[in-house]
């Protein structure tokens, strides 16, 4: 089973209008060399609009940072996936673990966001990941487990392939510390066979698990290369053009 290598870059609270316009110019000039690869860009969510018109035709796709899980309703500041659909924006970014630690953002609610995903044709990007001290107290399973579960739960078998799983350790996040190659396989090894159990291992199979924390384009070729590694969620490496090429040339070279 061959899976599409799947490259998304989090630009988090970053670059402004001027900045946004033209990385991604520059990252769309290029994107189409790597057309084995699929590759997204998300940027802070009032700039989308513009985002979407720089990308207009291009192979870079949009990825919004959050999403709300309802249609529409008093939820004072939030914005629904047709909102992002409208825009051209084809993924979204759920419950990356900035959301959960300073927004409260729980694993039940990261499920109903996977869902509104789907039930609106965008796909989601569920994040995952364990803490050091998660880590270190053994409980790295039990904790992977119980986000995974929720995400699980809201997802049917025949439409689970178009699920992403990101599993990135908060340890490794921003801290230029990048879980070994190893590492990542053993977690992503694992997590495909979870969604085995749920799904299948024909569907678990086309399940594309990204993995991120602290890659950039000197260490995303030994990352990719592990078996189960389908890709990477780049925080700081996506911010700017050569940088996120770089990585999106590490995975044209293993596709
Ligand atoms: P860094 O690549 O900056 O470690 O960030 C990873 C991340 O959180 C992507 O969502």
């Known amino acids: 089973m061959t899976r599409k290598p799947f490259i998304c870059g989090n630009w988090k609270l970053n670059h402004g209008l001027v900045e946004t316009q033209a990385v991604l110019r520059a990252m ?11 590759l997204a860009i998300a940027p802070v969510t009032p700039l ?21 899980h309802q249609d529409k309703g008093a939820f004072t500041g939030e914005w629904a996936c047709h909102h992002l659909s409208e825009l051209n924006v084809g993924y979204a970014i759920v419950g990356h673990s900035e959301r959960r630690q300073y927004f409260g953002e729980t694993s039940a609610a990261v499920g109903q966001k996977v869902r509104a995903c789907l039930d609106n044709n965008l796909v989601p990007i569920a994040c995952i990941g364990e803490s050091l001290q998660e880590r270190e107290a053994g409980q790295i399973w039990d904790v992977l487990k119980n986000q995974m579960d929720p995400i699980t739960a809201a997802v049917q078998p025949d439409e689970a392939h178009r699920l992403v799983v990101a599993y990135e350790p908060v340890w490794a996040i921003g801290t230029g510390k990048t879980a070994s190659a190893a590492q990542a396989q053993e977690v992503h ?65 293993l596709a």
């Open 28 to 38: 769309a000039a290029e994107a189409s060399t790597y057309s084995s690869v699929e």
């Open 48 to 68: 989308l609009a513009a985002a979407a018109q720089v990308l207009q035709g291009s192979a870079l796709g949009l990825a919004a940072q959050n999403v709300h």
């Open 189 to 253: 090894a694992q997590l495909r066979s979870w969604l085995a159990g749920a799904f299948g291992e024909d569907v678990a199979e086309r399940v594309r698990l990204q993995y991120g924390g602290s890659v950039k384009p000197s260490n995303a070729l030994e990352l990719l290369s592990e078996k189960d590694v389908d890709g990477a969620l780049v925080g700081g490496a996506s911010l700017q053009a050569d940088t996120f090429l770089g990585i999106a040339a590490a995975a044209f070279e």
